[in-house]
C-alpha cells in the first residue's frame, strides 16, 4: 500500500508542476528482483487512486529483468532471485547490477 501512495503523491506533484488535471495511464517498471508483488500493486494503486486524478488511470507494469555480476570471475549473468550461485564459478557473491529498480516511467495525462 505505501508503494502505491507514493506512486500517487509522486503524480499529484507533477501534475501541480506540469499543470495536467487527469492521468490515463502509468507506466510503471518494475524490477524482478525489486520484490515487489505486481497483483498487489495493481490492487493497491487502485484503491489509493481512487477520488484522485489518477482515478481512471490504468496502471501499466514493464518487468525488468534481474542482472548481476559475480564479485570473484566478474562474469554478468541473468538472475531470477537474488541468491542465485554464478553459473561460471558458483560463487554466491553476486552483486546486482539491474532489476531491483521501481520506477514511474511514464505518465499519459490530459
Not at 505505501?2 to 502509468?26: D, G, K, P, R, Y
Not at 570473484?72 to 547490477?97: F, R, W
Request: charged share 25%.
Amino acid at each position: 500500500m505505501a508503494l502505491a501512495e507514493n506512486m500517487l503523491q509522486i503524480i499529484e506533484e507533477e501534475a501541480a508542476e506540469q499543470s495536467f488535471t487527469q492521468v490515463s495511464t502509468v507506466w510503471m517498471e518494475v524490477g524482478r528482483l525489486s520484490c515487489v508483488e505486481k497483483e498487489a500493486l495493481q490492487f493497491c494503486f487502485s484503491a489509493v487512486t481512487d477520488g484522485t486524478i489518477a482515478q481512471q488511470a490504468k496502471l501499466e507494469i514493464i518487468d525488468i529483468e534481474g542482472w548481476g555480476r559475480c564479485m570473484q570471475c566478474h562474469c554478468e549473468m541473468v538472475l531470477n532471485t537474488l541468491y542465485d550461485a554464478c553459473p561460471s564459478c558458483g560463487n554466491y557473491a553476486i552483486k546486482v547490477i539491474a532489476g531491483d529498480e521501481m520506477r514511474i516511467k511514464e505518465l499519459e495525462v490530459e
